[in-house]
Structures are given as C-alpha cells and as structure tokens.
C-alpha cells in the first residue's frame, strides 16, 4: 500500500488537469498518516496550503487540531487529512463543478490507496460533492451514513467555526465537538443512528 500511495502522490504534483495548476505554488495531497483509520476530507487549499504544500495548516487547520486532540486524537497518527481539490482556487473562492470533476478522481484514488474506516466531511462542499446530495450541511451534520462501505460524519468546516466562535451549547462549536466525540466513539466500535447512502431523488 505505501508503495502505490508514494506513486499516487508522485502523479498527484504533476497534475494538470485544470486551470488551477497554472497560479499553484504547490499541490497539496496530504498530511498524518497513511495508515489511519479515519480520513478528514476539506474543501481546497487556501493560500498558508498552496505556500507549505500541506492541508489545513492555516487558522482553520490550527483549530482543527486543537478540537481533534480535544476528543483524545492525534493529528499525526489517528488521522490522514486532505481536500477535494490538490490546487488553491484563486482568492480562496469555492472550486467550480470543472474543477471538482477534474480533480475528483485523484481523491477516489487517495481514498482506495489509504482505505480508511471512516471518513470525516468538512463543510457543505464536501459532503455535497461526494454523498453527491443537495441535503443543507445543518441537516446532514452529525448523522453517521454509510458511502461504499465506509462509514461517513459529515460536520462543519472549520473556517465556518472560526466565524462562529461560541463554545455555548447548540452552537456550532458544540455541536462540531460532538461529531468529533461520535468519531472517536466510532474508532473505538460504537457506531449509532447509521442511515444508508444520502442523496436526493
């Protein structure tokens, strides 16, 4: 496995697919580790990602970290962290459909390469593109589904939470925080409230 995923991130810095790879400093495929069992899935590279090469390194990666360790996971070795898209969109704007479509199968690679048990969506754009619905994040977060046989959570991005700081109950914060905790409880074999796959008719 780790011989064919270092020949998926090989191909993956040479891309060039779409228009993105024209202003990238860097693509950005991954960091943590390979051999996790979960997979955090974000949106695309801003511009601290495009300028290191590596996901959420920003204050929206910053944070995350924070509320991964929180619930008691590590960064470096309970997860494995990507995006959709391998290339900064201009002014961090959200990536186009030709963009999603062009860099999709990088990441359907990148998921059978790594073969996690779990995979944990950040924001609407994530969960939309690969649950390929139209359900709004505020009612898809937080409930476990189930995509090709993995078991998927669907949360908030974190840049959505730096907008919405409140640590109160019921607020965004909060409510990531127990999606976090469902992961954790999930790595550990309790899985509860499981729906099959979400998409609209």
């Not at 963009?99 to 790594?114: F, G, M, S």
């Not at 109950?169 to 979400?198: C, E, I, W, Y």
Request: aromatic share 4%; proline share 7%; with cysteine.
């Amino acid at each position: 496995m780790r011989v064919s995923l270092e020949d998926f991130e090989a191909s993956c810095l040479q891309c060039q697919r779409c228009d993105l790879a024209k202003e990238r400093q860097h693509v950005v495929v991954s960091r943590g580790n390979p051999s996790a069992r979960l997979m955090v899935v974000g949106e695309a590279p801003g511009a601290d990602e495009d300028a290191q090469g590596r996901p959420f390194v920003g204050r929206s990666g910053r944070l995350l970290d924070a509320c991964l360790a929180d619930v008691g996971l590590d960064q470096t070795d309970d997860t494995y962290i990507c995006n959709l898209i391998k290339c900064r969109p201009p002014g961090n704007r959200r990536p186009t459909p030709a963009e999603l479509k062009a860099c999709r199968p990088w990441l359907d690679r990148q998921i059978l390469e790594v073969n996690p048990e779990i995979l944990l969506l950040l924001g609407a754009t994530a969960t939309a593109t690969l649950l390929e619905c139209r359900t709004p994040i505020s009612r898809l977060r937080g409930q476990w589904t189930e995509w090709q046989g993995r078991y998927v959570m669907p949360s908030f991005h974190p840049s959505y939470l730096l907008r919405n700081p409140s640590r109160d109950s019921g607020k965004p914060r909060s409510l990531f925080m127990a999606d976090l905790a469902n992961v954790k409880h999930a790595l550990n074999g309790v899985v509860s409230g499981l729906t099959q796959d979400s998409s609209d008719p």
